[in-house]
């Protein structure tokens, strides 16, 4: 027995990897927890089919009946879309999962650690998690940044959501070796928008000078991830200073209603999403299509 034992892979991804084709990941928490029935399944759906005529082969992951699900049917997709029961599955959470064998929808951290083990390299999400706001006492800091520094898995995000400390996360980023990469300006983005209030560490343009960087980093031996972040499309962002006062308002509602742990990042999100009236689930969905398309032209190019 071993991590391989734990694995399901599609036939479809597995022609891919033993054929040297580029594949690309996808997380499943954005599906179960990040986005309303039905636009969640609709959205999976397109970015998949964009990856697939961007030349890449997609490989959307999840946990299902004890397995590591790399690269899901329609039927797993929607079943995953339409639970309410799905688990939110970051990295301490995978070994209950697959011992009880009960549906799972896996973060970023999560994703990233069943990529590699499969042979992925390039993995696309929306936002990541980060140094929460307030850290410095509540040490909420997410296991995606830590699982950044230890498992090599390239991540095309939009940036980092404000509903985080986003100068915070980028000490932890650089404290753990990580490079971040800003596609087309010299800002870091934030999701939902194109500004930050934060210079990104790296500007980089081309694909394929971003696949060049990842490529070089594990030659050298360094373990861990490169983040790129590619902004929401102009047409589509919401101003940095607009989406301010709803994360405030996110922020305390939480605190009024005890809101921790876990549960604290997918509150947050629903609560922007209620308050902007669907404007940010439309912001969510072309920052995660633009990221597809960016994914697999960098996995086409490494
Ligand atoms: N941030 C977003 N959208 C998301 C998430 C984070 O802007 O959907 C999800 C991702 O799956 C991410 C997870 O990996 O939340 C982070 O959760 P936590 O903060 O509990 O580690
Ligand atoms: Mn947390």
Redesign the pocket.
């Known amino acids: 027995m071993n991590e391989q034992t734990f694995l399901n892979i599609s036939t479809e991804v597995r022609d891919a990897l033993v054929s040297g084709k580029p594949v690309v990941a996808l997380?499943?928490?954005?599906i179960a927890?990040?986005?309303p029935y039905p636009k969640n399944i609709q959205t999976a759906l397109e970015v998949e089919s964009m990856i697939k005529n961007n030349g890449a082969v997609p490989a959307t992951i999840a946990i299902l009946d004890g397995k590591c699900c790399v690269g899901l049917n329609e039927e797993q997709l929607t079943a995953l879309g339409k639970s309410k029961e799905v688990w939110?599955v970051?990295l301490r959470d995978i070994p209950y999962v697959i011992s009880n064998k009960l549906p799972g929808?896996?973060?970023?951290?999560?994703?990233m650690r069943i990529a590699h083990m499969a042979g992925i390299r390039i993995f696309v999400?929306?936002?990541?998690?980060?140094v929460?706001r307030g850290a410095e006492t509540s040490m909420?800091?997410?296991?995606?940044l830590t699982e950044m520094s230890q498992t090599s898995v390239a991540v095309i995000?939009?940036g980092?959501?404000s509903?985080?400390d986003i100068g915070l996360t980028l000490e932890y980023l650089e404290t753990k070796g990580i490079p971040v990469v800003t596609v087309g300006q010299d800002t870091f983005p934030s999701?939902y928008s194109r500004e930050s209030g934060f210079t990104s560490p790296l500007r980089i343009d081309d694909p394929g000078k971003i696949a060049d960087l990842i490529r070089v980093k594990w030659q050298l031996g360094l373990i861990g991830a490169v983040l790129v972040a590619n902004p929401v499309p102009a047409k589509s962002e919401i101003p940095f200073s607009k989406m301010e006062i709803f994360i405030h308002d996110a922020l305390s509602s939480a605190k009024k209603n005890n809101i921790s742990?876990?549960?604290?990042?997918?509150f947050l999100?629903q609560y922007i999403s209620e308050k902007t009236g669907g404007e940010s689930l439309e912001a969510?969905i072309a920052l995660v299509k633009n990221n597809a398309l960016l994914g697999a032209r960098i996995a086409t190019a490494l």
């Not at 997380?27 to 954005?30: G, K, L, M, P, V």
């Not at 909420?140 to 995606?144: C, I, L, Y």
Request: proline letters at 2%.
């Open positions: 997380e499943s928490t954005i927890h990040g986005m939110k970051s929808a896996t973060t970023v951290a999560a994703t999400t929306g936002g990541i998690g980060g929460h909420d800091v997410s296991a995606d995000s939009a980092v959501k509903i985080l999701f742990g876990k549960k604290l990042t997918p999100l969510n």
